[in-house]
């Protein structure tokens, strides 16, 4: 499948993957939705994840993984595949790095088709979202030492605003704590993964009169 509307969208309202340098600064951040919260002054790790974009039959999917409970920190959370930067790697380079070590996804099924916004964390890391194609599904393998579970979840989906959801919670010490969710039958999607979606959506839709019906418009072209 095509589906050449969605595919043109990404291309024309995303950045350029040659416009990346290391000076990029932050578009979105964990702090959008706790504005009162101390932001110390700091230098952010550059890191890099991949978003991939499926070209299904039966509508666009984009591709996402299930943390390994094993891990030091973000055990069994919802994320792309990614990491920081190694030295001289640019955002692609590590996108696409990353997602060969996590799943094994072959760098040469992707196309990357451009950058979403930079998305600051509350852990210190600038993470730059490579938006890639993949005309068909791809064949995957987890590394079980990183990994627990790849799945994908309809574009249809994520670009829903009712979809979108502001949860919180409260931490041992501090303020409350306000992130976006948006879970997808029995996995919880939220924290940065779904506010670089959230920041997705903005930059395709945003400046749409009728974004839900622009996105389910781009989905239904690819069945057709």
Same mark, same amino acid.
């Given at each position: 499948m095509t589906c050449s509307s969605l595919k043109a969208r990404l291309e024309a309202r995303l950045d350029p993957v040659s416009? *990346?340098?290391?000076?990029?600064?932050?578009? &979105?951040?964990d702090y959008d939705l706790n504005p009162g919260h101390s932001r110390p002054a700091r230098e952010l790790r550059p890191a890099a994840v991949l978003v991939p974009v499926?070209?299904?039959?039966?509508?666009?999917?984009?591709?996402?993984?299930? &943390?390994?409970d094993s891990l030091a920190s973000h055990t069994g959370q919802i994320a792309f595949a990614g990491g920081r930067l190694d030295p001289g790697e640019t955002a692609l380079d590590a996108a696409l &790095?990353?997602?060969?070590?996590?799943?094994?996804l072959d760098p040469? @099924? @992707?196309?990357?088709?451009?950058?979403?916004?930079?998305?600051? /964390? @509350?852990?210190?890391?600038?993470? /730059?979202?490579v938006v890639g194609w993949l005309a068909a599904p791809p064949q995957v393998t987890p590394s079980p030492a990183e990994v627990a579970e790849v799945f994908e979840a309809? *574009?249809?989906?994520?670009?829903? $605003? @009712?979809?979108?959801?502001?949860?919180?919670?409260d931490p041992d010490t501090g303020p409350r704590r *306000?992130?976006?969710?948006?879970?997808?039958?029995?996995?919880?999607i939220w924290g940065a993964t779904a506010g670089i979606l959230k920041?997705?959506?903005a930059r395709l839709y945003?400046?749409?009169?009728? $974004?839900?019906?622009a996105a389910q418009a781009d989905a239904i072209e690819c069945a057709e």
């Open positions: 416009a *990346w340098s290391p000076g990029r600064t932050a578009g &979105r951040s499926i070209a299904r039959a039966e509508g666009p999917s984009v591709l996402l993984t299930r &943390r390994s &790095r990353e997602a060969w070590e996590e799943i094994a040469a @099924v @992707v196309e990357p088709l451009g950058l979403g916004d930079p998305y600051e /964390t @509350v852990t210190g890391f600038l993470v /730059t979202p309809p *574009w249809n989906f994520l670009m829903d $605003p @009712v979809n979108h959801r502001r949860d919180y919670y *306000w992130f976006w969710a948006m879970p997808y039958r029995e996995r919880y920041g997705l959506f945003g400046e749409e009169a009728a $974004p839900l019906e």
